[in-house]
């Protein structure tokens, strides 16, 4: 089931970046943008237009013209234009990349909170992983789990290691525990 959803996340993503990089650029994609400052009794404002970069003015961005005649040079030569270009194709593929790995980080919480704990009771039997609470104190939960790992030939080798890993760092928090435990009776 995760091979079928990866195979149809990368068919999309080659997809849209395959469209993307087919399409032109979009008049949102360039634009000019003039800050004027106040000027006499005309307030600041900020005038955008999507003009070329040889038209990137004040006499081409800023319509319509708050002055008249005259004081249209003395305006325009207070204003700032500026030519911005952005790459929407790259900003649409970095977020389809973002919103993939969230999807497969959300499926990855879903199996290790759903799917994990049904495999584990199939696997090691439900009598293994329930003990009585006089077993608790003298041996160590899940003890028996990496003999019942290795026998198992199904299973790959590093899921193995994997769980052989999670074994040793339960056994080593249950120690922490217990010897935490025993100082705070010694100390009471």
Not at 104 to 124: A, G, H, N
Not at 171 to 185: A, G, L, M, N, T
């Amino acid at each position: 089931k995760m091979k079928s959803l990866f195979c149809v996340e990368g068919l999309l993503f080659l997809c849209f970046v395959l469209l993307s990089q087919v399409s032109a650029k979009n008049s949102e994609d360039i634009r000019c943008k003039c800050i004027c400052p106040p000027y006499r009794d005309v307030e600041g404002q900020i005038y955008k237009q999507n003009v070329s970069l040889k038209d990137c003015n004040c006499l081409h961005v800023v319509e319509p013209m708050p002055v008249d005649g005259k004081d249209v040079e003395a305006y325009c030569l207070r204003c700032e234009c500026k030519y911005e270009e952005r790459s929407s194709g790259t900003i649409k593929v970095t977020i389809i990349m973002y919103l993939s790995i969230l999807g497969l980080l959300l499926l990855y919480m879903v199996y290790l909170t759903l799917l994990e704990p049904m495999l584990k009771r199939r696997l090691f039997g439900h009598s293994q992983l329930i003990q009585s609470d006089d077993d608790i104190g003298d041996q160590q939960p899940f003890a028996n789990a990496h003999n019942v790992l290795s026998r198992s030939h199904s299973r790959p080798n590093m899921l193995n290691k994997v769980e052989h890993a999670q074994q040793r760092w339960r056994r080593q928090v249950q120690e922490q525990r217990k010897s935490v435990f025993d100082r705070h009776v010694v100390l009471s």
